[in-house]
């Protein structure tokens, strides 16, 4: 049985526990308290089950996390059926240009219109309660654990991919970064779409520090944004966003990078539980350890992904891929290594120039799964494993 993603959570905590290698992959907060909700000056109060919020009646907890709490929502007149997210952030809004700046942020949010987006139908912000937003609501499984209990193959990871690049590309021509992109923000519904969630951390780029999304000089499309104490997921988050530095369309590539790495390979390549430790966060920054290209990583067992009891690990993450650890490591050879490692790049003007181009390189890495691979049949592989 499939356990279903809570929205804006990456897992509802009515379905059991989570496992524990998801868990150390995706705590989101700051650098001092990676674990714990932030602490933000609020006004109004916290929202409630049972409490109305314009036209829709709030339920029952989805998922707590570093920018806000997320509840199930209904629709209030007498024959409206829809089921809405309802997120209720954490960071005040006590000046009147802050207020405008976040209703200005869910205005270009709201346009975000593509089918591999989770929609945003309102948001308030008021003295009386707490900033909150309206979104779609996404019964779906998170992408990692969906594709593990499909087995899905190499192309149909890319795919999915791909189509998450097609949604992070609308917002970045929207001027809107997302920040936290990792396998708990992108369910897969029952129909085998991924959606984009959780823009709770996205930043809107300051177009008076920046050129038209259309310029040819791949410098120049990094558009820079702020950054104050922003949370993060530090097994998903570029480099110039642990050490402070103005973030750009960069970021996001480095994350998605991160989410392809994590599909192929089944880990990543610098553990959350390492990036936590002051030195070794800062020889991350310094750029003193390359990361291993996945056609090594996926074999290697660490901490954060240990192989189950009596197996090798590298069989393990083949066999969830439909194929053998030769047939795997093989294939990320053949190209997928040196895409995945661009994406990644530790300077942000060496990853690929837009979420389209990446795309564009992992579309060229898919097979036709009719020329006889053992991809697509979804068959467990026996026999050697070496």
Do not use: W
Request: net charge neutral; charged share 25%; with cysteine.
């Amino acid at each position: 049985m499939r356990k279903k993603t809570a929205q804006a959570s990456g897992y509802d905590p009515g379905e059991g526990s989570r496992p524990e290698s998801q868990d150390a992959d995706e705590a989101t907060g700051t650098l001092a308290e990676p674990f714990s909700d932030l602490e933000h000056p609020a006004i109004g109060r916290l929202v409630e089950a049972g409490d109305r919020l314009g036209r829709y009646r709030v339920g029952r907890v989805l998922g707590r996390g570093g920018t806000g709490d997320v509840f199930l929502g209904y629709g209030i007149k007498p024959g409206t059926q829809r089921r809405v997210a309802v997120k209720v952030l954490q960071r005040g809004l006590a000046s009147g240009r802050l207020r405008q700046r976040f209703e200005n942020e869910c205005r270009i949010l709201s346009s975000l219109d593509h089918a591999n987006i989770a929609s945003l139908y309102d948001a308030r912000a008021s003295d009386s309660v707490r900033p909150y937003v309206i979104m779609e609501y996404v019964d779906g499984e998170r992408i990692d654990s969906y594709c593990d209990r499909q087995r899905s193959t190499i192309d149909q990871r890319l795919r999915l991919v791909c189509d998450v690049c097609s949604a992070v590309e609308l917002a970045h021509a929207r001027r809107v970064v997302h920040l936290d992109i990792k396998p708990g923000n992108i369910p897969v519904t029952d129909e085998g779409v991924p959606k984009l969630l959780d823009f709770g951390i996205a930043k809107l780029l300051d177009a008076d520090e920046g050129v038209a999304l259309g310029a040819k000089d791949t410098t120049e499309r990094q558009h820079p944004a702020a950054l104050s104490n922003r949370p993060m997921t530090l097994g998903y988050a570029s480099p110039e966003q642990i050490a402070g530095k103005p973030l750009t369309t960069a970021t996001d590539l480095y994350s998605l990078g991160m989410l392809l790495y994590k599909l192929i390979a089944g880990r990543l390549p610098f553990p959350p539980a390492q990036l936590r430790q002051e030195e070794e966060r800062q020889r991350f920054l310094a750029a003193t350890e390359k990361p291993l290209a996945p056609s090594r990583a996926f074999e290697l067992a660490t901490e954060d992904s240990p192989p189950p009891a009596g197996q090798q690990r590298g069989a393990t993450v083949a066999r969830l891929r439909a194929t053998t650890v030769a047939g795997l490591r093989q294939r990320l050879r053949d190209g997928l290594d040196a895409i995945i490692l661009r994406a990644i790049a530790h300077q942000p003007e060496a990853r690929y120039p837009s979420a389209a181009a990446l795309a564009e390189a992992l579309e060229g890495q898919i097979e036709d799964p009719m020329e006889g691979s053992m991809e697509g049949t979804g068959e467990i592989p026996t026999g050697p494993q070496g």
